[in-house]
């Protein structure tokens, strides 16, 4: 698997697809175990070298999370910086922003993607995605398209795969010389995992990680997907990470390492060509 990071991203922006999977709340610890354990095959042969990158987050929680990554600030490598960024808004003074990092005159790389000619996608998990309320209604507003129902939240046990079998849907419909940007994010790693390891009774890395290994199972049609439209930039990772009680924290929106460290992968996913299927 190519890493973007060893392509000039802004060359790619009109040539590529462009799908990120916000996996909310997952530990990059927990990521890593899971991947070690063999509990997350699909996504090992996606991973470059096999491996998640170990991220800091850009926020404590998934609002201020995804409102600075749709800015451009995806997780920061977790070692001294600056990084270039594969996105960036512009902006005045920015140390981040490279010269293979694709800008945009725009608020949010959303809107700069759809200036660019792409169908823009949303396909919600967590609550500040399901458009019930003014701030449900933000983030799954800065897109063309966007969707939510109670079956791709927290509540819901197969919620990836609902996820999925939608985005796949609408993935088939959109026409193919249309460049498309995906976003999913993935609530089956946020609390309640406890439903995903039979006989838990509360929320652990354990529990988690059998959240992580269902969905690694359904992600698998919407790289396919993927794979017939043509040459795709995808981003994988989590929003930030959650506290299970360690040094007495419990759940996210606070400052621990346990929260801002997450899991990161970016690569080129490659066209499914006739020759390849042979």
């Known amino acids: ?38 509990r997350t095959p699909n996504l090992a042969r996606l991973l470059p070298k096999g491996v998640w990158e170990r991220r800091h987050a850009p926020g404590s929680f998934t609002y201020a999370a995804h409102q600075a990554i749709f800015a451009g600030f995806l997780p920061t490598p977790a070692t001294p910086g600056p990084h270039p960024r594969l996105f960036a808004l512009r902006f005045e003074g920015s140390r981040s922003t490279g010269p293979d990092t694709a800008v945009f005159d725009a608020p949010d790389i959303v809107s700069g993607l759809a200036a660019r000619g792409y169908h823009t996608l949303c396909i919600g998990g967590v609550g ?39 985005a796949v849907e609408r993935i088939a419909a959109l026409d193919p010389e249309r460049r498309l940007f995906l976003f999913v994010n ?4 946020h609390h309640p995992t406890r439903h995903y390891r039979p006989g838990a009774t509360r929320e652990s890395a354990e529990t988690q990680e059998a959240a992580l290994a269902y969905a690694d199972g359904a992600l698998g049609p919407l790289f396919a997907a993927f794979r017939r439209r043509g040459p795709t930039l995808c981003i994988l990772c989590a929003d930030h990470g959650t506290a299970f009680g360690e040094d007495g924290y419990r759940g996210h929106r606070l400052a621990h390492p346990t929260v801002w460290d997450v899991p990161y992968a970016e690569f080129i996913l490659p066209e499914c060509t006739p020759e390849a299927t042979r």
């Not at 990071?5 to 799908?19: E, K, P, S």
């Open 186 to 189: 993935v609530s089956a790693t």
């Open 128 to 166: 500040f995605f399901n458009k019930r309320t003014a701030l449900g209604r933000v983030l799954p507003g800065l897109f063309a398209e966007s969707h939510w129902h109670p079956g791709f939240g927290v509540q819901a046990r197969d919620s990836t795969a609902a996820q999925v079998g939608l």
């Open 1 to 38: 698997m190519i890493r973007a990071a060893d392509l000039q991203v802004a060359d790619l922006v009109g040539t590529h697809d462009i799908v990120l999977v916000t996996l909310d709340s997952l530990r990059h610890d927990v990521a890593a175990a899971a991947l070690a354990a063999g």
